[in-house]
Nanobody
Framework: QVQLVESGGGLVQAGGSLRLSCAAS????????MAWYRQAPGEQRELVALIWGGGITKYADFVKGRFTISGDNAKNTVFLQMNSLKPEDTAVYSCNVRASAGTGYTDYWGQGTQVTVSS
């Protein structure tokens, strides 16, 4: 199967930056897309940014111009560079990878990493 390991969360002041990373390992035959979602307390999980295998990206309106998603295909790793962070960006950020381990594609999720932005 496929395992995801996230890193890079933490506490930062408003206006600061953080970089999240998520590495997929195990039986990874092909990756269709990699994405970051977030969930704040009492809120539903929401898409932050997504990158398809061909490099096309999609962003939520609330992060456009501040966050950048990128991927390292050779290492099956996705990054989320977060700049100009705001207190409302505080949430648990989770990595999602749609990958094939042999037959068909499955969504895999990381354990989540806490991002806290202080005002």
């Amino acid at each position: 199967q496929v395992q995801l390991v996230e890193s890079g969360g933490g506490l930062v002041q408003a206006g600061g930056s953080l970089r999240l990373s998520c590495a997929a390992s195990g039986r990874v035959i092909s990756i269709a897309s990699m994405a970051w979602y977030r969930q704040a307390p009492g809120e539903q999980r929401e898409l932050v940014a997504l990158i398809w295998g061909g490099g096309i990206t999609k962003y939520a309106d609330f992060v456009k111009g501040r966050f950048t998603i990128s991927g390292d295909n050779a290492k099956n790793t996705v990054f989320l560079q977060m700049n100009s962070l705001k207190p409302e960006d505080t949430a648990v950020y989770s990595c999602n990878v749609r990958a094939s381990a042999g037959t068909g594609y499955t969504d895999y999720w990381g354990q989540g990493t806490q991002v806290t932005v202080s005002s």
